[in-house]
């Protein structure tokens, strides 16, 4: 069999779609690295978002290996053969599963080492995540076998590619995302909302049967003698709809499987004053302590002794516990898997801390913090991100007020800023003379 096998990768197009199948999936994994930079479930979900890319490339790949074999006239020759037609199809069922799982695989690998060294948080399910993939791609790959043989022309391959293509970007945005129309395709869903999405096990339950069974219905279709044989591969189709009906999750049930507890849970610096950072960010931590205990002495004057991440989703809808002596920070990663814009960190931590609750919160009180945290670093204000900074005139002007001020009473009315915004009060006028 290994012969055999070894024969059929040399003369059919399996390697050359192998490689061209990992060299595209690599190349939009890097040109997206900041997608998933932030961990292995990020990886391994953005990586299923782009089977819109890669599947397709697998079914027009089984398309045009049908299409050699129609061109090449082996079909006859074959069936002389004292061979049942399902040994003799098994060999290129194999080596072009095998292709297209290889495919995948290696591109997976080959953006892995850019966050190995700050990825520490590995969870089971991102195993399963890849695993429905991998099975998606060799449905893919069959599906693209059946096809070609169905419709042996030179044009079948560039166009099941272009129509894979368009339903598997398009469909996504003309369906409901929720458990029930992810459960069909293995491409939707995996749009991460925060660093903390997830794909829960009955998802991927869901995920994992429907594809097997597309590659059940592919096989089907490309062992079938005739045109009128072929609607067989409707039975496994229909029994694999209706149970992955059954197993999807829908509704609430679908929303809570959306987001990791685990990757949401602190992770602290074992010294005090205490830094953590949620166990998805693990790997930033050391970056971020010693700048979270700068911040935390320039607030000597406030009850604020720790310094935790800011773990508030949007969808589902989640918020930390407040504490009085907690100070909460964003935490953004780069591209790289680094702690972004590590310059701006300080000023933003300091900023939330004296903004306090946004839902008292508004544009002037923003200002009034902004000047507030700026003078603690002894730093004019800007606003903005990424590198792209300008000056507020109102926030400048509030800076300069207090740098025109003796340092203690400067420090009272600053003090007195976090103080009011603890408890949801306007704080504008407190940084002016006017407001003594």
């Not at 040109?31 to 990020?42: D, V």
């Not at 801390?353 to 800007?382: H, M, Y």
């Amino acid at each position: 069999m290994t012969r055999i096998l070894g024969i059929e990768f040399r003369r059919s197009a399996a390697l050359g779609a192998a490689l061209l199948i990992a060299v595209a999936g690599t190349t939009v994994l890097y040109a997206t690295a900041g997608r998933w930079s932030t961990g292995w479930m990020a990886l391994a979900m953005t990586q299923r978002e782009y089977l819109a890319v890669m599947s397709p490339l697998a079914m027009a790949a089984g398309a045009w290996q049908s299409y050699r074999e129609h061109r090449a006239n082996v079909a006859e020759l074959f069936a002389g053969a004292p061979r049942p037609r399902p040994q003799r199809i098994m060999p290129i069922l194999i080596t072009t599963g095998l292709a297209v799982l290889v495919a995948y695989l290696l591109a997976l690998l080959a953006a892995a080492p850019r966050i190995a060294d700050t990825a520490r948080y590995l969870p089971p399910t991102v195993f399963a995540v890849v695993g429905v993939g991998l099975v998606a791609m060799i449905a893919s790959v069959w599906l693209g076998l059946a096809v070609g043989r169905l419709v042996p022309a030179l044009a079948t391959a560039p166009a099941l590619a272009v129509i894979g293509y368009a339903l598997l970007i398009f469909a996504p945005h003309a369906l409901p995302d929720h458990g029930l129309m992810a459960a069909f395709s293995p491409s939707m869903g995996m749009s991460m909302f925060s660093d903390y999405d997830t794909v829960g096990d009955g998802v991927s339950v869901a995920q994992a049967l429907w594809t097997v069974t597309v590659a059940m219905a592919g096989v089907v279709l490309f062992a079938a003698r005739n045109r009128r044989s072929a609607f067989a591969a409707l039975i496994p189709l229909a029994i694999g709809a209706t149970a992955t009906a059954m197993v999807a999750p829908t509704g609430a049930a679908y929303d809570r499987q959306t987001l990791d507890p685990v990757a949401q849970e602190l992770v602290c610096t074992a010294d005090a004053p205490q830094v953590c950072v949620s166990r998805a960010h693990e790997g930033v931590l050391p970056e971020v302590a010693p700048k979270a205990r700068h911040a935390l002495e320039l607030l000597s004057a406030t009850r604020l002794v720790e310094a935790h991440e800011d773990t508030s989703t949007i969808s589902p809808p989640t918020s930390p516990r407040p504490r009085a002596d907690t100070a909460l920070m964003d935490i953004t990663i780069d591209k790289h898997g680094h702690l972004a814009d590590p310059d701006s960190f300080e000023p933003r931590m300091l900023t939330e801390v004296f903004t306090g609750p946004l839902s008292c919160g508004n544009t002037r009180d923003i200002e009034v913090a902004t000047a507030a945290a700026s003078w603690l670093l002894d730093r004019k204000p800007t606003a903005g991100l990424n590198g792209f900074e300008f000056d507020e005139p109102e926030t400048v002007k509030l800076f300069k007020t207090l740098k025109a001020l003796p340092p203690a009473e400067a420090g009272t009315r600053v003090t007195g800023v976090y103080q009011a915004a603890r408890k949801c009060q306007d704080t504008v006028g407190l940084l002016t003379r006017s407001g003594r």
